[in-house]
């Protein structure tokens, strides 16, 4: 029988005698659980098939006095007592993996080393270890070792493409032949391989697109800058510095100086990651080395620089981090309805560039192209640059808009050479 108070918050249901006793078996099982847990683990779904037939024949061959069953459910139980052997015992192991070096070029050699040192105060037996690297999978075979030996692995990191490729964690692996029963620990945490894309040195020229705008005017008036434009009347709030006091004594009234806001180095990279505009993976290949070789230069100078594309924007406080980030870059379906929004969303929390370098892939129109160079103001210079693999290097006006075409890395000297 259920009594029920009212509280604060409405009715208030007391546990029954059932409730209590169902708590109270949750409350004795669950230390139970947690205990048989872990031994549970290490039996292998293979390993449940052979338990279960093994039951099964062994009734079945008692029930029937069928000698046949007797043996092959005998033969099953010696299988498991023997897997259940294999998995017992502790190891003590210190595992180190290292990469040499762990920064690399597509297509350079990277080498790691996976060292395993008894630290235990007994042999060990023989054991795998295996270690995930990348998509692939490293298995090595740990022969025994006396108490505080060592032994150490060698193996290969595939370098091809670009990627962040994550090596461990190492975990030893112990069990049967049969894969009945599989005892695992791990070891290690994972640790990254970053293969940066190819990129190209360019000349401190190449990158003067930026450096040729520095100290330009623009039409934009402000109360504080370096190039005067005109005097008017003062209001209040304005800044009594710029007070000019000659004019005011002249005129009999106060004059503040206006100025036009000269520009300052601010270059934005566009990089469209939108599998839409690219005819090829390559093609996509292309487009981030482009985007790398431009900003490390644009770094190396010391200019500001913001890259951008549809779900991250780059680290480029130094060329390194930059590098690190593009190798994270991946294709991405649909992040935006239009080029215009790309543009819009990428860049609204970023300062206004005096420059906007555009990279896309060969299926970007000149249209296309043209409505993200509309959403800057007139003061920024808009650049596009077409990765489009395999063409020749050409460019192309659309409404004022020049559209570069780079079909191959060694032609991006000669293409900002011309752009600059």
Known sequence: MTATTTGTFGPET????????????????????????????????????????????????LVWSWSELLVVAFAAVGAVVVAIVTVLGRTSFRVDVTLSPTRVVVGERAIGRVEITNVGSRRTSATRLELPVGEGLAVFAIPGLAPESSTDELFAVPTHRRAVIDAGPAVTVRGDQLGLFRRTVSWTDPIELFVHPVTTRLQPSAAGLVRDLEGQTTQKITNSDMAFHALRE?????????????SSARTGQLMVRQFEETRRSQLTILHTSDERYYTAFDEFELAVSVTASVATQVIREATAIDVVTEDRRLRTHTGGALLDDTCRIDVVRGASSSPRDFAR???AMLPAPSVAVIVAGGLMTAADFRAIEKFFPSETRVIALRIALGENPKVQIAGGLQIFTVGALRDLPRVLARAS
Do not use: E, M, S
Request: no cysteine; hydrophobic share 60%; aromatic share 4%.
């Open 234 to 246: 003062y209001v209040v709030g304005d800044d009594v510095r710029n007070v000019h006091w000659r």
């Open 345 to 347: 969303d990428a860049t």
């Open 14 to 61: 007391r546990p029954t005698g059932v409730a209590a006793i169902r708590r109270a078996l949750a409350a004795a099982i669950r230390p139970v659980v947690r205990a048989l847990g872990p031994i549970v683990g290490v039996v292998t779904t293979t390993g449940w098939l052979v338990v279960v037939a093994a039951v099964l024949l062994l009734a079945a061959g």
